[in-house]
C-alpha cells in the first residue's frame, strides 16, 4: 500500500486536540495508543506486538513531537511533517525529561499505559506523569469525510468479497477454507487485509459468538454466521451475514426475521442526541418479544474506525448521546446452543437528522 | 486450524510456576499476558485488540482458573481441562475478589496491566495487587521438544515460500507484491498465516531495517532484504534473506560477507552459560573490524516462540546467560543510508553443548 504524505486533516485534530486539553488545563499529553497516534499525527506504523510500540506523541501548548527509534525516523518525518521526530536512541523517559523537563505534569493514556511502563518513565526518569482527564480517542468519534470515504471503501471490498464466497461456497467447504478466501480476496481486491480474525461458524458452532473458524466442514441446512471487514488505508470495516445452503428450517427462519426486524428497528432509532443505550433497547426489546432475551448475550454495536472496537458502545447501559459523524454497527444476534445462530450486522453512519446504512448489498433474505 | 485438545505440558508447566511463587512466597499470580496464558494453560485465544482480553489464569497454590467471557467459555472448557472455568460476566475484578477473597494479596504481571485496569482492580474491586517479583515469561525460554517441532515447522513452511518467491521474483515485481505472495504461500502450506507483518524492502528501502513493503519495484542490481516468519500452533518463526537479482557490485559482496561472516561467529560462540551481550560481542567486533560499527544499529538477536520477540535479549547489555532449549535469533545487518543493507537470520537452538542452527535452507550466496 502507498504511504501518505502527512494528511490534510492532522492540524485540525491537533487544535482541537489542544482546545480540550487547555480546557483541562493540561501542560503536556503523551500519546501511546497506537490508533490515537496515528490520528493525530498522520505517522502509520503499528505495533509490532503489545509489548513494542513504534512511537510517541508529545502535545506540548506550542510544539508537538513524535517520539520514535530508529527503524522509523524516516518514514516519520515523511508521515508526520508537521511533528519534531525525535529518535529515542536514549530511552523514552529519557528523551521526554529533556524535553518537558523537571516539574512540569504530563497527562497519559491510562488505557495504553503498562504499569511496568509507567513506573519506569516516573520513578526510573523522574517524570511528573498524571492520568490524562480524558479520553484522547473521544475525538476520533466523528469522523470526517476522507476517514467516512476510506471505511466505505473498506466496506465495498468486503462486500464483494463475500458476494463472491456466497455464490462459491458449497457444503463440504471447511469453515477455515471459507475465512481464508475471504482474506486473500481482500488483499487481493486492495485492501491491507482482514481488521481482525474473520469469523466463519457453521452449524452449532454458529452459537458461539465468537467461534475460531476450523476444519469443521459447512453442511447443507446450517446456519453459517460470517463476521470479516477489510482493512484500507488504516480503517476497519466490519459486517456479519447468516448464510445458509438448502432449505431454510422453520426455526431458522423465525430467528433470522427476528434479528432482521431487530436490526432495522435499531437502524430507525439512530440519530444525533439518542442515547447509546437507548438504540440498544430497541433491538432488545424485539428480541425480547419474540421470547429470545437470554439469547442475546452481546452489545448491540460499537464504533468503527481506526480501531475495529471503538467508542461509542451500543450497550444496555451506556447512556452516551450518538452524534453526527460516528460510524457504529448494529449487529443484534440470536444463539441458540448446540443449534444455531443468527446475527447479521450493518454499518451505519449518524447524520443530521438520522443514520445512513454505508452497506451497500443486498445480501440478506427476505425470510 | 484444528484445536489441540489440553496439551501435555501444561501441568508441568504449573508445576514449576508454582515452585517459583512458592519461592517468592506468592499466594496468588494473575496471568494477563496472552503468550503466557496460552503456554500455562493450553487455551489457544488471542487478544483481539490491545485493550480487549479473551482471558486472564488466576494461579493460586492449590487451583488453578481460567476467567474468560461468553465468547470463549466452551473453548476454554475444552483447551485447558486442569482449570476452572470462570465465566466473567460480572466484571473480571469482581470474579477475582469471589474467589481471592480480602486481604490476601495477588501479583500481577505489570508488563500485561494497563494503568487503567490496574486502578480498576484495585480501587473499584478493591484487589490487593502487588507487581509480580518474577515475569513468568522467563519459564517460556527453555523449549520442550514439542514447542521446538513447531518452530522447526513454522521455519519449514517460510523456507519452502521464500524458497519459491526467489525462484519466481523477477525485476518489476513490487515490494508489497513479494509480501504478498509470501503471507498467502504461508497460509497454503498449513500456517496460521504470517507471525509478523513480513518486511521486503529493496534498494535505499533496504537501508532501513522495517520498512514497510509498498509499491516500490524492485530493480536489478539492488539488495532486497526480506525478514519474515510463518506462525504454526501458536508458534513464530524467523528468518531473513537478503537476495540481489543481476549481478552485485563490490560493495554489495562485501558487506554481505562481512555480515555472513559475522553471523557464523556468533553462532560458533552460542553455548549455554554464554552471556547473551558476548554473543552480541562477537558479531559487533567482527561488523566494527570491517569499518561499519556505526551501521549495525539493533541488537544481534531475540528469543523466538509463542512470541516472535522474547527473552532473552542478544544485545550489548544483557548479561543474562543461554540456557539449554532456547531458540534465538542471529541476525546481524549493515545498512548504508541511501544505498541499501544486508541482513542475514538464522534460527538457533541451544543445545547441551553448543549451537544447533534450525533454518534447512541453503539461501546464502557464497560472496
Chains 1, 2 share one sequence.
Request: aromatic share 8%.
Amino acid at each position: 500500500m502507498a504511504m501518505g504524505i502527512g494528511s490534510p486533516g492532522v492540524g485540525a485534530r491537533i487544535d482541537r486536540l489542544r482546545k480540550v486539553m487547555e480546557s483541562f488545563r493540561l501542560e503536556g499529553l503523551l500519546i501511546t495508543g497506537p490508533e490515537n497516534r496515528r490520528y493525530f499525527s498522520g505517522f502509520t506504523a503499528t505495533d509490532p506486538m503489545l509489548t513494542e510500540s513504534s512511537g510517541a506523541l508529545l502535545i506540548l501548548p506550542g510544539k508537538s513531537y513524535l517520539l520514535t527509534d530508529s527503524r522509523y525516523a524516516v518514514i516519520a518525518g515523511i508521515e508526520a511533517p508537521g511533528f519534531e521526530i525525535v529518535n529515542t536512541v536514549g530511552g523514552l523517559g529519557h528523551c521526554l525529561k529533556g524535553i518537558v523537563g523537571d516539574g512540569k505534569a504530563l497527562a497519559f493514556e491510562p488505557n495504553y499505559m503498562t504499569v511496568a511502563q509507567c513506573r519506569r518513565l516516573s520513578e526510573d526518569d523522574g517524570l511528573n506523569l498524571i492520568a490524562s482527564p480524558f479520553d484522547p480517542s473521544v475525538l476520533r468519534i466523528s469522523k470526517d469525510s476522507d476517514e467516512i470515504n476510506h471505511i466505505v471503501k473498506a466496506l465495498g471490498i468486503t462486500e464483494k468479497a463475500l458476494g463472491w464466497l456466497f455464490e462459491r461456497l458449497e457444503p463440504g467447504w471447511t469453515e477455515a477454507e471459507a475465512a481464508w478466501y475471504l482474506d486473500s480476496t481482500f488483499r487481493e481486491l486492495g485492501a491491507q487485509g482482514p481488521a481482525f480474525e474473520t469469523i466463519v461458524a457453521s452449524g452449532p458452532q454458529a452459537a458461539l459468538p465468537h467461534a475460531e473458524p476450523g476444519e469443521k466442514k459447512i453442511m447443507e441446512g446450517e446456519l453459517v454466521v460470517i463476521d470479516c471487514g477489510a482493512r484500507y488505508k488504516g480503517y476497519a470495516s466490519d459486517i456479519t451475514r447468516t448464510f445458509i445452503k438448502g432449505e431454510p428450517a422453520k426455526w431458522q427462519r423465525d430467528i433470522y426475521r427476528t434479528v432482521r426486524e431487530a436490526q432495522l428497528k435499531a437502524i430507525g432509532a439512530i440519530a444525533p442526541g439518542v442515547a447509546c443505550k437507548d438504540v440498544d433497547a430497541v433491538a432488545r426489546a424485539h428480541i425480547a418479544q419474540a421470547g429470545h432475551f437470554e439469547r442475546f448475550g452481546h452489545s448491540l454495536g460499537h464504533g468503527v474506525g481506526l480501531a475495529v472496537h471503538e467508542f461509542p458502545s451500543l450497550n444496555p447501559v451506556n447512556g452516551q448521546k450518538l452524534v453526527e459523524g460516528a460510524v457504529v454497527t448494529v449487529e443484534p444476534g440470536i444463539y441458540l446452543p448446540g443449534q444455531g445462530g443468527v446475527r447479521l450486522e450493518q454499518l451505519v453512519l449518524v447524520t443530521a437528522d438520522g443514520a445512513r446504512v454505508l452497506n451497500g448489498d443486498t445480501h440478506f433474505y427476505d425470510f
